[in-house]
Every structure is written in C-alpha cells, then in structure tokens.
C-alpha cells in the first residue's frame, strides 16, 4: 500500500472513530438529561415504594396482632396532644367532682 493509500486509511479509521465517539456522547447526554433524571427517580420512588408495602402486607398478614399494637402506637403517637388534653380535662373534671363530693 502506498503512503498516499495509508494516510486516506487512516483518515477513515480516525472519522469512524470521531463518529463513533460522538454516538457514545449524546447517548451519555441522553442518559443524564434533567428529565430523564426526573423520570428515572420517580420510577425508583415508586418501585421503592410498592415493594415496602408489599413488605407491609405480608407482615401484617403473618403477625396480625403485633401489627395491630404497631398501628395503635402510631396512631396514639399521632394524637398525642389532643389525647394529652383530653386526659388533663378528664382529670381536672374528675378533681373538681370529688372536692365537691367530700369538701361540698
């Protein structure tokens, strides 16, 4: 092969290379475009997600009680403050009824 054969060989593996290249960068563009980011998080969230509560539904199904007490406690910790009032009301009712009842 003539020098002249060689370089315009070369010139074509260097352009394959380049086109190459470029290829390979807009599918790493196409990869961490903002929106397709976004989709891809939310997906996960979701898959995150559905898998916990599948993980919810077979342990409540295997400890139905255990799960009940759970759900009671975090529902009492939820209302702790209205509950804490109510208790205060409920005590502060029932001292005033028995000072009146004994010291009437």
């Known amino acids: 092969m003539t020098a002249r054969g060689e370089y315009l060989a070369a010139c074509a593996r260097a352009e394959e290379k380049?086109?190459?290249a470029r290829r390979s960068l807009?599918?790493?563009?196409a990869r961490?475009?903002?929106g397709r980011l976004?989709?891809?998080a939310k997906d996960a969230a979701v898959g995150k997600a559905?898998?916990?509560?599948?993980?919810?539904?077979?342990?409540a199904a295997a400890h139905p009680y255990a799960f009940g007490a759970a759900a009671?406690?975090?529902i009492a910790y939820l209302a702790r403050r209205p509950l804490t009032q109510l208790?205060?009301?409920t005590y502060?009712?029932?001292s005033d009824s028995i000072k009146e009842t004994y010291h009437g």
């Open 18 to 20: 380049k086109a190459q």
């Open 50 to 59: 559905k898998h916990a509560g599948e993980q919810v539904k077979t342990s």
């Open 32 to 34: 961490v475009r903002p």
């Open 72 to 74: 009671a406690a975090f």
């Open 38 to 40: 976004v989709n891809d």
């Open 87 to 89: 208790i205060k009301r």
């Open 26 to 29: 807009d599918r790493a563009k």
């Open 92 to 94: 502060a009712r029932a």
